[in-house]
């Protein structure tokens, strides 16, 4: 499992439109971890757990992360299963 950014984190979280409160919930993590991962656009400065349950509750909620494909790392919904 690959790391994900903070900047990835929040345009997530946009994407389906929760709070942070929303995602703190979901993920089963405290509010101010959700601010602290998303405070900065690289690396998080949280724990690899709750990285781990952040990144768990966002695919859950069908969000799917995009590597660096050259120009860049992203988020995007994961294709439906037919």
């Known amino acids: ?24 919930k979901s993920a089963s993590v405290g509010v101010s971890t959700i ?8 690396s998080p400065s949280i724990t ?3 990285l781990k349950l952040i990144r768990i509750a966002l695919e859950a909620a069908g969000i799917e992360f995009v590597r660096d494909n050259g120009v860049g790392v992203g988020v995007c919904f994961k294709k439906p299963v037919p």
């Open 48 to 50: 690899a757990a709750n």
């Open 35 to 42: 601010r602290r991962a998303e405070a900065e656009d690289g």
């Open 1 to 24: 499992m690959s790391e994900i950014t903070g900047a990835q984190i929040r345009a997530a979280r946009a994407l389906i439109r929760w709070t942070a409160e929303d995602l703190a």
